[in-house]
């Protein structure tokens, strides 16, 4: 069985209860929907663990190149356990703290492969999507750009 696979990267914000409907709109094979939804945090941790005030976080993604990384993730997963639909949707341009910034659904007969394949998608969404973050305070200085997290590598090794 393929997959149904739906990749958006937009500027424009979701509904994540209509993304969710989405998912199970006339699906009775699948008895299995995980849903992982992103919002920016008002801070950002420092490499000396404390925090910094964070009111818009900037995303910049080369269009055509996001996308097709975003459904290479999305079909590793769906070769890795069966799905039967993914959903993928991630942010660009200035987004403020609490907006949702990712949305990943994924729907399967079982609970463990939907789950799991989930987790697979956002552990690689957050190293392996090709987005550029820059942090502005709430001061609104210039902001500065996030370098990657050696916890986000950490995290691929599971998998």
Known sequence: MTADISIAVQAEGFDPGAEYNRLRRANFADGATAV????????SPTETGGHQQVSVL???????MAESALAAIAR???ERWPLGR???IHRFGPLR?????????VTSAHRQDA?????????FLKSRAPFWKKEV???GEQGTWVAARSSDEKALKKW
């Open 86 to 88: 993914v959903r993928v």
């Open 137 to 139: 305070n709430k001061d």
């Open 97 to 105: 703290a609490g907006d949702e910034i990712v949305f990943v659904g």
């Open 115 to 123: 789950l799991d394949a989930c987790g697979f998608i956002m552990d």
């Open 76 to 78: 590793q997963a769906a």
């Open 36 to 43: 992982f939804v992103g919002n920016v945090r008002d801070f």
């Open 58 to 64: 900037e995303l910049e993604h080369y269009p055509g």
